[in-house]
Structure formats: structure tokens, C-alpha cells
């Protein structure tokens, strides 16, 4: 049976499983609308019932409770409603301890979500939500108060700089491609490939940032002069990000139609990973891959 409510006004409502909602007037006029989502992401959430629940609706907001742990009194999350001249609407709410737990739970593409994260949540997991699933809406609860020691991955790579945090993070790799992209400092950042063992993690989560630039360059003109350029990094990280992975025959056959300045780019990438690969085996087959490159870098771009 589809879940069914009334409402304090008397307004009969009927959630399908597709998510499509009726609502009935008192009078008998009705309407239609989609039915919001709302996933809870994170370890400070104290988890309440899931499930479809009616929430009020007040100035087009839907009223939304919840509760932190470290709190003994609720918090009103406002998100706008699709609807607004009833008193009350539905809301399907589900807790995930993380992002992982919410993906593996359900699909975005098939519904739009509101997606509300603790301050806990790795600023990684959030930058991919927000590029795999452009429609989603997401939500961050900051701490009121911050600590000494931030995380760098969630402080504006400006900033570090302007507080003397520069020098402590320069061998990071994530905070230098972070402070190369904001100045357009393109080379710099594909020099970070070669200069620093980045692991898949770091790889990815650059992507994330030029991935952000590059939907935003119809936008800003600084951005549309160096959309190309923008994409060729996006791929070159991709490229790395599948070598650090270990998914070699993926690796392989991209290699088969690379383009030839990818190529380029790479090699000195394959030739750090042949010359520090302790088994035979590997280093064979970065050997493979550095002639393979080779050949195809020597083609016209």
C-alpha cells in the first residue's frame, strides 16, 4: 500500500512508489507534485525515524527537525517546498554514517535529493557528490566554532597563504594544485603529476577542482581562454589516477587512442613508476607502457 496522510487541515495525501505525490483539498480539488528527499550524512547526527514523515510548510519552506548529539534540543532545517498552499508535506529522510553508505543506498540520478552533511564529512566526498551529480542539493553544517588547526581541504588555498600556512603545505600536493588553479598557474599544476607521489585519492580529488573550472568557463572569461587547457589536466589526472589504481588493462586501453600530448605528459610519470617498482614484472610493464608512450607521442597533436 503507497503511504497515505492527512494533514491538520484535512488535506488527504498519497505518496506513490514512483514518488509522484497526491494531495486532495478538503473540497476535492487536488494537485500533483514530485516528492522531496532529504539524506542526513554523517557520525553527529542523532538518527531519528526514516521513512516517509509530514513536515509543516511554512513561506514555502518545508520545516524539517533534527537533532545533533552533542545537542539536547532540535535544529529546523528549512528546504524549499514544492508546494505551498497546503499545511503540511511529505518527506522521505534517510540517515548515512557517510557518502559511501548513502551511494550504495540509492541512486541520485533517479530522484533529486537534498543532501545535508556534518562538518565531518571529507571535503573529497563532497566536491564528487557535487561533480557526479550536478542536480543534487547539498547542504554543509559548519561548527560555530572553529579550532586552531584546520584541515587544509576545507580552507580557501588563499587563505593558508594569507595567514603564513603556505610553507608548512608546500609539499603538499593537493594545496599547491588548489593554489596553482586559482591563479591559472596551468604548468605548475602539470608538473605536480611527476614532482609528487600522489596517491588516487589526491589525483581524484584535483579532478574535482578542474572539473568545477571547466563547467564554469562559459561563465567566467578568464576560464573560457583556458578551457582546453583545463580539460587536457583533467585527463592527464584521470590517466595517473588509473595507474596508482593498479587498473592496468583500463590503462592499456586508453593508450590504444590517446592523444599524442597526453602521452607526452605521462612518460615521465611511467618512467618514475618503472624506476621505483621493486618487482620485475612491474617494472616490465612500465617499461611496455614508456615505449608505447613514446611512440604515441611521437605523432602529431
Known amino acids: 500500500m503507497p503511504p497515505e496522510f492527512q494533514t491538520p487541515s484535512g488535506v488527504k495525501i498519497t505518496v506513490a512508489d514512483s514518488g509522484a505525490v497526491e494531495a486532495v483539498q478538503p473540497g476535492g480539488s487536488g494537485r500533483q507534485f514530485s516528492l522531496p528527499r532529504l539524506a542526513m550524512i554523517g557520525q553527529t547526527f542523532a ?7 509530514l513536515v509543516p510548510i511554512k513561506k514555502g519552506k518545508l ?9 539536547s534540543e532540535d535544529r529546523i532545517l528549512q528546504i524549499t517546498s514544492p508546494v505551498a498552499d497546503i499545511d503540511q508535506a511529505p518527506v522521505l529522510r534517510s ?6 553508505d548513502f551511494l550504495n543506498t540509492v541512486d541520485p540520478r533517479k530522484a533529486s535529493w537534498t543532501v545535508v552533511l556534518d562538518e565531518g564529512i571529507p571535503r573529497i566526498d563532497l566536491m564528487s557528490l557535487k561533480v557526479k551529480f550536478p542536480s ?16 587544509h581541504r576545507r580552507v580557501r588555498a588563499t587563505d593558508l597563504v594569507s595567514q603564513g600556512k603556505a610553507e608548512q603545505l608546500a609539499q603538499n600536493p593537493v594545496f599547491l594544485a588548489r593554489l596553482h588553479l586559482r591563479n591559472l ?22 579532478r574535482t577542482f578542474l572539473q568545477i573550472m571547466i ?19 583533467d585527463e592527464l589526472f584521470r590517466m595517473a589516477s588509473l595507474l596508482e589504481q593498479g587498473m592496468r588493462d583500463m590503462f592499456d586501453q586508453e593508450m590504444d587512442r590517446m592523444n599524442p600530448a597526453i602521452a607526452r605528459d605521462l612518460l615521465g610519470l611511467v618512467q618514475k613508476r618503472r624506476t621505483a617498482a621493486p618487482e620485475k614484472e612491474d617494472q616490465i610493464y612500465f617499461w611496455e607502457c614508456e615505449f608505447r608512450l613514446s611512440k604515441i607521442a611521437e605523432k602529431t597533436a
Open 215 to 233: 563547467r564554469n568557463d562559459r561563465k567566467q572569461a578568464d576560464l573560457a581562454k583556458v578551457a582546453s587547457a583545463l580539460k587536457h589536466l
Open 95 to 100: 540517515y548515512h554514517p557517510d557518502v559511501r
Open 185 to 206: 598557474e596551468l604548468d605548475q599544476v602539470k608538473r605536480l603529476v611527476t614532482d609528487f607521489p600522489m596517491t588516487a585519492e589526491e589525483l581524484d580529488f584535483v
Open 47 to 53: 538518527v531519528g525515524a526514516s521513512g516517509h514523515q
Open 63 to 71: 520545516l524539517v527537525r533534527y537533532r545533533l548529539l552533542s545537542e
Open 136 to 151: 543534487l542539493q547539498t547542504l554543509v553544517l559548519h561548527p560555530v566554532h572553529h579550532t586552531e588547526e584546520e584541515d
